[in-house]
């Protein structure tokens, strides 16, 4: 299989886990888009979720979930296609920043930033 063609699988897993109800969590008390737009939780490069700055802690129950069902979803993928699980964390940061609302927070190479509409 060829390198294009591992990231075009890859990728189209991806997609399909993304739609497979949006890494679906325990009931929390707040959901993840909440937790997004209210500044609680913030995308990283890495694909997994973080604490923004300035945030408090009312969402890190909810991020721990989430990042455990990305990590073991990310794993089954990066072992599917033969990736590390670096690289399958990328490409998932790439394919939820392009759905993310302005005014989200991520961060990118260590530094936290608003994503710009």
Request: charged content about 15%; overall charge positive.
């Amino acid at each position: 299989m060829t390198g294009t063609m591992i990231k075009s699988t890859a990728l189209k897993a991806l997609l399909a886990l993304m739609l497979f109800a949006g890494f679906a969590a325990p009931a929390f008390a707040i959901d993840l888009e909440t937790a997004r737009s209210q500044g609680l939780a913030g995308e990283v490069d890495n694909g997994l979720l973080a604490v923004p700055p300035g945030a408090g802690n009312d969402a890190q129950g909810l991020i721990a979930a989430i990042n455990n069902q990305r990590r073991a979803e990310y794993a089954k993928i990066a072992a599917q296609n033969n990736l590390s699980l670096d690289v399958v964390g990328t490409m998932m940061f790439e394919k939820i920043y392009t759905r993310l609302p302005a005014g989200t927070w991520v961060q990118v190479k260590g530094q936290w930033k608003k994503k710009a509409g």
